[in-house]
């Protein structure tokens, strides 16, 4: 059975920089409050012209040239995301013509915050069964775009924002090399109001309705609960997948926790006894950008030399269904 690695990493956020005192210029915040709850200090939105599958296409053009992969070897597509620039078809395949890959599957997954994780599963099981060797994994968003910039979403506008991670992984042989370990993954749909768009859904008829607009087609969320949640679920999954691999949370070289809240991070660091190095954060530059929070932090890791040959990398994701999960890697 083949084994799947990591062969380049790269990402993309948009030009412009979007500050805590700019916010507070358009609602009822405050830049120590938002750094104070969340950690974060700005955070990266697109200017009209630019979009998800174009940051995506950038994100993506890095990571094949970090892997020396020509666009034409690219066997299949994961697209993670929960903002489409359409809701049909999904970015998956604008992605595909951007780039100029071949006719190939291009796959949408829709798992939120955890849609990074979730893809990198989904693609670890393609390549150990030899269906495909090379793969490329996107995570990227425009939550810009679809939120309520008022003191009314205030609890959700501070929080997320834009941008793009992708990674190309390839199918090798060799059993001591780099790979994926290891992975577990979760859904508890009793909580999927807690953090949820309401609208448009074909539960509506019609599904589009003007009065959703300014009601339902918001992100709405339960901070509180999805904090708290997301603060031992993350940790308990970062123990399970390093249980699948035969390992524990002192094996961890480095640690990439989705980017929700800093404080959460900070939480997750605490429970597994992690010292500040072993954890990597960039909310404070960056925000909550979903889908695409682990890829982009990957990629920097990676440019920054933070992994070396043979280190043990987790990566956590907690968000919106409640869906969760982890995956164990061998640098
Ligand atoms: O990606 C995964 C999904 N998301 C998350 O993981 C987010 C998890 N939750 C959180 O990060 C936090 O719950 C928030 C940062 C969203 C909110 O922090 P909190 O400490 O849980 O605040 P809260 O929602 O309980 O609100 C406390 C107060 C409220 O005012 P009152 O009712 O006490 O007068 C809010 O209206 O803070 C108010 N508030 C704000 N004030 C200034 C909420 N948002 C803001 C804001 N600026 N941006």
């Not at 031992?232 to 399970?240: D, F, H, L, W």
Request: with cysteine.
């Amino acid at each position: 059975m083949p084994y799947t690695q990591i062969a380049g990493t790269g990402h993309c956020v948009p030009e412009r920089v979007v500050t805590n005192d700019e916010l507070a210029g358009m609602m009822d915040t405050t830049d120590e409050w938002i750094q104070q709850r969340t950690g974060i200090r700005e955070r990266h939105w697109i200017r009209e012209g630019e979009s998800g599958a174009g940051l995506a296409k950038v994100a993506s053009e890095r990571a094949l040239a970090a892997a020396h992969i020509d666009v034409g070897e690219v066997e299949a597509i994961l697209f993670a995301t929960v903002s489409p620039d359409h809701m049909a078809p999904g970015n998956g395949v604008f992605l595909q013509r951007e780039l100029g890959a071949g006719m190939i599957p291009a796959i949408d997954i829709r798992t939120q915050c955890s849609g990074f994780i979730y893809s990198l599963s989904i693609a670890d099981a393609y390549i150990r069964a030899g269906v495909f060797r090379t793969i490329l994994v996107v995570g990227a968003e425009v939550q810009s775009t679809g939120m309520d910039i008022s003191t009314r979403g205030r609890n959700t506008a501070v929080i997320f924002a834009d941008g793009a991670g992708a990674v190309v992984l390839q199918a090798h042989d060799d059993a001591a090399g780099s790979a994926i370990l290891g992975w577990d993954l979760h859904s508890d749909g009793t909580f999927a109001e807690k953090l949820w768009v309401d609208a448009p859904g074909a539960i509506y008829h019609p599904r589009n309705q003007a009065t959703h607009i300014e009601t339902k087609g918001f992100a709405q969320m339960d901070g509180k609960e999805v904090f708290r949640h997301a603060s031992t679920r993350m940790p308990e999954s970062v123990r399970a997948a390093l249980s699948h691999a035969g390992l524990s949370a002192s094996d961890l070289a480095l640690l990439i926790p989705h980017q929700a809240n800093l404080r959460i991070s900070e939480m997750v660091q605490r429970n597994l006894e992690l010292r500040d190095d072993q954890v990597y954060n960039n909310i404070d530059r960056l925000g909550n950008t979903t889908a695409a929070t682990i890829p982009i932090a990957l990629d920097e890791c990676v440019r920054a030399g933070r992994l070396k040959r043979g280190d043990i990398l987790a990566m956590t994701a907690f968000g919106s269904g409640f869906l969760w999960g982890s995956a164990v890697l061998r640098w």
